[in-house]
């Protein structure tokens, strides 16, 4: 069974039209993650959140939002996506106390035209 | 953070053991060596994690010497499926802090 879901697996969108990925899961862990990985590049890590703490990376751009209205679930907003923010983006969880053991999920590839 | 440096690509055939080495020469005290494998346009995979010795699981076998200033994941009798990036990730030292990735190795496994 998915442990991490995230829909949808591809999205496409306008420049400039915001757009909304979801993820979930099901492992009931306290730690999501938002990473976004362009093509033949490790994944980038965007922001986390530790319970209901927000982290943003330092050089993640305004552009990108994310929520987190229950443990269960995470989303990342692009505001106005541009040509560059296309890319795969992945969610992954774990549990904190524990040993660093991320699960990700399968990933939404977003296209910008 | 403790940055990871690994080669940029390796090849091999079917049937002989891949070593991919790791380099983490400012690991802390706490901090956990975690290596995950990923396929084109799919998430990172768990593979496996060790803090130091020697560590073991159904797939591979993960080697980090006394100063765990480096690491090395063996992969017994590869496959053509075992072509893949292998990120090697060294943890902040308290779970629930961001893991970064460094660039990755990508492992391509000819007949």
């Known amino acids: 069974d998915a442990m991490v879901i995230q829909n949808p697996r591809y999205q496409v969108t306008q420049f400039g039209k915001p757009v909304t990925l979801s993820c979930s899961q099901t492992?009931?862990?306290?730690?999501m993650y938002w990473y976004q990985q362009k093509s033949s590049q490790a994944p980038k890590l965007l922001f986390h959140?530790?319970?209901?703490?927000?982290?943003n990376e330092a050089d993640t751009p305004d552009n990108f939002q994310s929520r987190r209205p229950n443990t269960s679930f995470c989303f990342l907003d692009i505001r106005s996506p541009g040509l560059g923010d296309a890319a795969m983006y992945l969610c992954?969880?774990?549990?904190?106390?524990?040993?660093?053991?991320?699960?990700f999920g399968p990933g939404t590839r977003l296209t910008v035209l | 953070l403790a940055k990871t440096t690994q080669p940029i690509s390796m090849d091999s055939y079917e049937g002989q053991e891949v070593n991919i080495t790791c380099s983490h020469n400012n690991i802390a005290t706490n901090d956990y060596i975690t290596w995950y494998q990923q396929f084109p346009s799919q998430g990172p995979r768990f593979i496996i994690q060790?803090?130091?010795t020697k560590v073991t699981n159904e797939v591979a076998s993960l080697f980090i010497p006394a100063d765990r200033k480096s690491s090395t994941l063996s992969l017994p009798r590869v496959s053509l499926s075992d072509t893949a990036v292998y990120y090697c990730?060294?943890?902040?030292?308290?779970?629930?802090?961001?893991?970064?990735f460094g660039k990755g190795t990508t492992l391509s496994v000819s007949s």
């Open positions: 990730l060294v943890g902040e030292g308290q779970a629930g802090t961001a893991l970064i």
């Open positions: 060790g803090y130091k």
């Open positions: 492992l009931n862990h306290n730690v």
């Open positions: 959140y530790y319970d209901k703490d927000f982290n």
């Open positions: 992954a969880t774990t549990v904190a106390g524990v040993t660093d053991t991320q699960y």
